[in-house]
């Protein structure tokens, strides 16, 4: 079956460090996107990409940066960690039309300290 | 100013009752999806029911159905029958633009809804 995954599925760092967090979808989709979910702000939208080597920036990209070199990975950069980066992050992919759902991956919680 | 709006942070609801959750939204883009998404406590995000700006019709899917009153820019989830397994939160999210070019989801702070036996 398809589906979307998202490793690690915690991670631990340091302020200042930098993280790679990895997005893997087998739908297929050109669509793909970044959240970030914290406590009062729901999920906003960090980055999100069309296709191959298509990148855009959502509402929180500041710190943050993805690249696509393929249609099934998505990884998000946070080039020096902060702790107002502490959140639980999600991946999701859809399919071009705006009608159809995004499918969200099980989500990373990321820690700053 | 949010352009998605859930007002009711917490909810608590008898078993069998049915739900609704308020959902309001602001664009002034002609063409936009809603759509509502369930977040047990386990943290997956689990799509529940679509609108398109378009649709003549109220979306349903089983037990869910999506009240949509476009003049006041409101898109309320109703859930019919609660069961014990809907005790979740729940979110209210709209995209704006039409085809390939539309951006992500905006999202609402969420509802969380508690089945009570």
């Known amino acids: 079956d398809a589906e979307i995954t998202q490793s690690p599925r915690h991670k631990i760092t340091e302020t200042g460090r930098q993280v790679t967090l990895a997005c893997h979808q087998t739908w297929n989709h050109n669509n793909m996107f970044w959240y970030r979910q914290d406590l009062g702000h729901g999920l906003r939208l960090i980055h999100y990409?069309?296709?191959?080597?298509?990148?855009n920036k959502g509402e929180v990209s500041d710190g943050y940066s993805v690249s696509r070199s393929n249609t099934e990975d998505l990884p998000l950069t946070l080039e020096s960690a902060a702790s107002s980066q502490t959140s639980v992050y999600f991946c999701?992919?859809?399919?071009?039309?705006?009608?159809?759902?995004?499918?969200f991956g099980p989500g990373t919680r990321l820690t700053v300290l | 100013a949010q352009k998605i709006t859930q007002t009711q942070p917490g909810m608590f609801v008898q078993e069998k009752e049915a739900v609704t959750l308020d959902c309001t939204y602001d664009?002034?883009?002609?063409?936009?999806?809603l759509f509502w998404y369930k977040q047990p406590s386990s943290g997956e995000m689990i799509f529940l029911i679509y609108q398109g700006s378009y649709d003549q019709q109220n979306a349903t899917e089983g037990r869910y159905s999506l009240n949509f009153q476009k003049a006041r820019k409101s898109a309320n989830l109703v859930i019919s029958a609660s069961q014990l397994g809907d005790s979740a939160m729940y979110f209210c999210a709209m995209r704006e633009g039409s085809g390939g070019g539309a951006d992500g989801l905006t999202f609402g702070k969420g509802t969380h809804l508690i089945i009570q036996p």
């Open positions: 999701a992919s859809s399919e071009e039309q705006s009608y159809n759902e995004q499918f």
């Open positions: 664009t002034s883009d002609p063409s936009y999806g």
């Open positions: 990409s069309y296709g191959v080597h298509d990148t």
